[in-house]
């Protein structure tokens, strides 16, 4: 078998920039990505395993129910916290002992207290992401003294030499000047892997639906993270063209407020009246109930609550679940790092293959060499003559000809660290070059 060696030209280090969009729809308490519903399997009713709306972060225990088995996993102890029982699905386990390896997930006294060594301490893989909701009240000071505030607001302050539209008021609107009329915050919080590094710049959509007629739209159409207003109809028209939000690109949060000064008025969308739970301090324990026109502080009523319970933030009574629904469109920046290696067959190399159907069919009775107790002679094979002519007999002239099937790739040991398979042999003839575009995506 050749080996080659890549010349200087031969690799190529790339990084494709790829923007996949991702599309929800929220409406009376469940969430839909990229339009999909509940896909029914043979064993449970969703076949990823994980909820509508959500994606499954290891795509794992597909199909697969929950249910024991009776059997355990590796040895079997007299002691049963120290067996792993089979539940029949996939999931992860450690035994704890003097490497002291756990989860990540286990704080370090949970795991020396509710933990004996030898004890098995098991993870799952019914693990998902999907986007969450929080509504800050006008007093909860989302960018002051709010935990969640607080965290982003460096980014809110670094983001301000895009505009002014990023000014939050802090702790009241009189002693922090900004363009919005209010405290109030609600605030969409967006996993990265729904978008990459960062959310591609304009192409932040989100829509506000009443008894499927759309009655509001904001959309970051300055490309600058301002979100603004448009489509509301009749006398809330008015707020079209206002600021009603900001996007963080790079940390995936939309931040809403109920209204800013352009308009002078309350940015509400339709005169329906809705009940909704809203955080009131700085912990995010407290949440109290208030009423209120449909407006921006709104969106997403339904989403999960960006708690550890992920409640759902909505009174199931209230006419408005009934009748609003939410859309939120985006499109994400992926940098995928690619190796391209172009793999060359040169012009009279490669024409010889071991396969015994290289020789003809007659001789490969002969393949076996004549051996003694002095002699090791292989004999002599017949290549077959695959190349065709317009008669049969004669045929053509001989040409060596081999069929490429599969690349490989070595390390410098010569050990093969990959295989590039084609969709369908390569013919390789002596006057042919050929050469081989491998990619691969790390």
């Known amino acids: ?104 997930g286990i704080t370090r006294d949970s795991y020396n207290a509710d933990y004996a060594f030898g004890d098995v301490i098991t993870g799952s893989y019914f693990m998902s992401s999907s986007i969450t909701r929080r509504l800050y009240a006008n007093n909860a000071a989302f960018n002051s003294s709010n935990k969640d505030g607080a965290a982003l607001r460096n980014s809110l302050d670094f983001a301000k030499r895009l505009g002014q539209h990023y000014n939050f008021p802090s702790a009241s609107v009189s002693t922090s000047p900004s363009i919005y009329l209010t405290n109030a915050a609600n605030v969409i919080y967006i996993p990265s892997i729904f978008y990459g590094s960062e959310i591609k710049k304009g192409t932040v959509d989100l829509k506000v639906y009443v008894t499927g007629t759309l009655v509001g739209r904001a959309r970051d ?30 940390e995936g949060v939309i931040i809403l407020t109920g209204s800013a000064d352009e308009g002078a008025t309350a940015n509400e969308l339709a005169g329906i009246d809705v009940q909704y739970n ?75 293959s071991n396969n015994p159907t290289y020789a003809q069919s007659s001789s490969v009775a002969f393949m076996r060499p004549i051996t003694g107790s002095n002699l090791y002679h292989e004999q002599a094979r017949t290549i077959k003559n695959t190349h065709s002519s317009s008669y049969s007999d004669p045929t053509g002239s001989l040409e060596k000809t081999t069929y490429i099937t599969k690349v490989g790739i070595y390390d410098d040991n010569k050990k093969l660290i990959g295989i590039a398979s084609v969709a369908k042999p390569v013919k390789k003839t002596e006057d042919r070059d050929l050469t081989f575009k491998l990619k691969l995506d790390i």
Not at 21 to 36: A, L, P
Not at 306 to 312: D, E, N, R, T, V
Request: zero cysteines.
């Open 221 to 250: 159409t300055r490309y600058d993270g301002a979100l603004i207003q448009s489509d509301a109809y009749g006398s809330y028209a008015s707020g079209n063209g206002d600021i009603v939000g900001v996007v963080l690109y790079k």
């Open 278 to 352: 809203e955080y009131t301090n700085r912990t995010n324990d407290t949440v109290s109930a208030d009423s209120a026109d449909l407006s921006w502080l709104h969106f997403g009523l339904g989403l999960p609550q960006g708690g550890s319970a992920l409640s759902l933030e909505h009174n199931p009574n209230q006419a408005a679940i009934q009748s609003a629904s939410f859309g939120l469109d985006f499109a994400g920046t992926h940098k995928v790092p690619t190796v391209t290696m172009l793999a060359n067959a040169n012009r009279g190399e490669l024409n010889y």
């Open 1 to 104: 078998m050749p080996l080659y060696k890549f010349g200087a030209g031969d690799v190529f280090y790339n990084r494709i920039k790829a923007h996949p969009s991702s599309s929800f729809y929220i409406y009376s308490g469940s969430v839909y990505y990229q339009n999909k519903s509940t896909e029914p399997g043979s064993n449970v009713a969703n076949v990823n395993g994980v909820p509508v709306g959500n994606v499954s972060l290891f795509e794992l225990n597909v199909d697969r129910a929950v249910t024991s088995t009776g059997r355990s996993i590796g040895p079997v102890s007299l002691t049963a916290s120290q067996n792993v029982t089979d539940k029949g699905t996939i999931y992860p386990f450690v035994y704890k002992g003097l490497d002291q390896v756990a989860f990540k």
